[in-house]
């Protein structure tokens, strides 16, 4: 038997966008083309670091413009087939803010809804297991963040 060819290695980043309202943050969830709730996230380009794609990838997919980075929450990957070859995925995910929060789904980037949540609906509506531990994270820096 030939040996299985190596998966293709593939390097991502992406955020995890709040916004302040009132007392209680909401959390910004994409639906993409599966009709999957997650989080925005993208492949890096040629020579761009991980927080400048993960900054230009929330902007393509959401249209928010007025993105403040916070800092690192966490690194995840995960093996799926894409034409029948396998792809070893990584992504590295950013606490972001949004002061605006006008978000707006990106079609062409195959975003079919974008939509506000408090903490705990967020975390209940991301339809994938490791994005959820992602957010579960954020919600632990962000309480970080203001001193509770």
């Known amino acids: 038997m030939g040996e299985r060819p190596a998966p293709i290695e593939e390097t991502s980043a992406g955020g995890v966008v709040f916004r302040r309202n009132g007392d209680r943050p909401a959390f910004l969830l994409i639906r993409d083309s599966y009709?999957?709730?997650?989080?925005?996230?993208?492949?890096?380009?040629?020579?761009?670091?991980?927080?400048e794609a993960a900054l230009r990838e929330v902007a393509e997919e959401t249209g928010l413009s007025d993105l403040v980075l916070h800092g690192p929450i966490q690194e995840i990957d995960w093996f799926f087939?894409?034409?029948?070859r396998l792809i070893h995925?990584?992504?590295?995910?950013?606490?972001?803010?949004?002061?605006?929060?006008?978000?707006?789904?990106?079609?062409?980037e195959g975003i079919t809804a974008c939509r506000w949540l408090p903490f705990e609906a967020a975390l209940k509506a991301v339809s994938y297991a490791n994005a959820r531990e992602v957010l579960s994270k954020a919600g632990q820096l962000l309480t970080a963040l203001d001193g509770g």
């Open 35 to 51: 009709r999957n709730w997650g989080l925005p996230k993208g492949h890096l380009e040629a020579g761009e670091a991980a927080p």
């Open 81 to 84: 087939r894409f034409r029948r």
């Open 89 to 108: 995925k990584t992504c590295v995910f950013f606490l972001m803010e949004s002061a605006s929060g006008d978000a707006c789904p990106q079609r062409d």
